[in-house]
């Protein structure tokens, strides 16, 4: 079996992360016969709920953008409990 595993560290700037998870959607298509792990920080929250205790306003057109990307790509978002930042 081959595996593919990506370690990424987004940036916080909206236009640039938009640029990133296009190049990360054609990636995904690219290796879709491997097992792929994405290691990331996105710096962007999927709901209000995790953007509390962080000190930061919730975009909802990052979110929206953000769960968009994770549909396309077919990606499973882990719920990965117990620390501030997942």
Same mark, same amino acid.
């Given at each position: 079996?081959?595996?593919?595993? $990506?370690?990424?560290?987004?940036?916080?700037?909206?236009?640039? #992360?938009? $640029?990133?998870?296009?190049h990360l959607s054609s990636f995904v298509l690219i290796n879709?016969? $491997?097992?792929? +792990?994405? +290691?990331?920080?996105?710096?962007?929250?999927?709901?209000?709920?995790?953007? #509390?205790?962080?000190?930061?306003?919730?975009? !909802?057109?990052?979110?929206?953008?953000?769960? #968009?990307?994770?549909?396309?790509?077919? !990606?499973?978002? !882990?719920?990965? +409990?117990?620390?501030?930042?997942?």
């Amino acid at each position: 079996m081959d595996f593919v595993i $990506a370690n990424v560290y987004a940036p916080y700037d909206l236009v640039a #992360k938009q $640029a990133l998870w296009d190049h990360l959607s054609s990636f995904v298509l690219i290796n879709s016969d $491997a097992n792929l +792990c994405l +290691c990331t920080d996105f710096n962007s929250v999927r709901t209000l709920d995790e953007s #509390k205790g962080r000190g930061t306003v919730f975009r !909802l057109n990052d979110a929206n953008m953000f769960n #968009k990307f994770i549909d396309e790509s077919f !990606l499973v978002d !882990l719920p990965i +409990c117990g620390r501030l930042f997942t």
